[in-house]
């Protein structure tokens, strides 16, 4: 993030954070945003007061859009003083992208929740919208590996009811061994799937459109929860 002043002047607000200031005193008197104190003390390596802004700074590492999420919290009209993305870092440790992030808060039906402008909203939706994009209202999360309480963004999709069904028609072929999508990768397969996703960033949806496998066994098979040999 760019910015106008000297590393000296982040070096000043961080000795007068460690002697009491709030991030959020500090961000008011010098008319900046909260994450943009935490960028710039990031890039200086400064220290981290606590778990939460630990967080932020993995959110950052990340490479997640603030803005985006900070234009989201306020259109679900979270409590203004506390963006949602600051109330859904109180119940979930971001660590990467292979491992689920469980989610430590209500869980309703196995799924975590979070109450939303005073309603119950899906944690694995919450954070779909803060790390990705909008939800079309029409359009459903699906969870790729199959664990509810998980709000890893790496292991939602989005989807329409229909692709749910395709894929239960596809994983219920496949266990009758009809399908042999899931028998024609190769490891020659699973390490281009692999490239595709890491060099080209290409979601999931698309790599297993493009080699005929149900999204849950390419997933799998790029996070390495399958195919662990190559
Ligand atoms: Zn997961």
Sequence with gaps: MKHKYPNSFWIDLNEQHWN??????LSTENSFDRNTIYL???????????????????????EINIERAKKISSTLKAKPRQPLIERFLQYVVPTNEKECWIW????RNGYGILNVNKYAEGAHRISYELYKDRIPSDLLIRHL??????????HLE?????????????????????????????NEVVVKMRNMRETNGLSYQKIADMY???????????????WSHI
């Design 212 to 226: 005929n496998v149900d999204l849950k066994t390419a997933y799998k098979a790029i996070l390495g929860i399958t």
């Design 20 to 25: 009491g200031k709030s991030v959020k005193t």
């Design 40 to 62: 710039n003390w990031k890039k200086l390596n400064l220290t981290w007061r606590n778990q939460n802004e630990a967080n932020l700074l993995n959110i950052a590492d990340l």
């Design 158 to 186: 989005i989807g329409t009811q229909q692709d749910n069904m395709n894929d239960m028609v596809r994983s219920e072929r496949s266990a009758k061994g009809e399908n042999h999508s899931q028998a024609s990768l190769t």
């Design 104 to 107: 430590k808060g209500a869980l």
């Design 145 to 154: 590996c199959n664990n509810p309480p998980c709000v890893n963004p790496y």
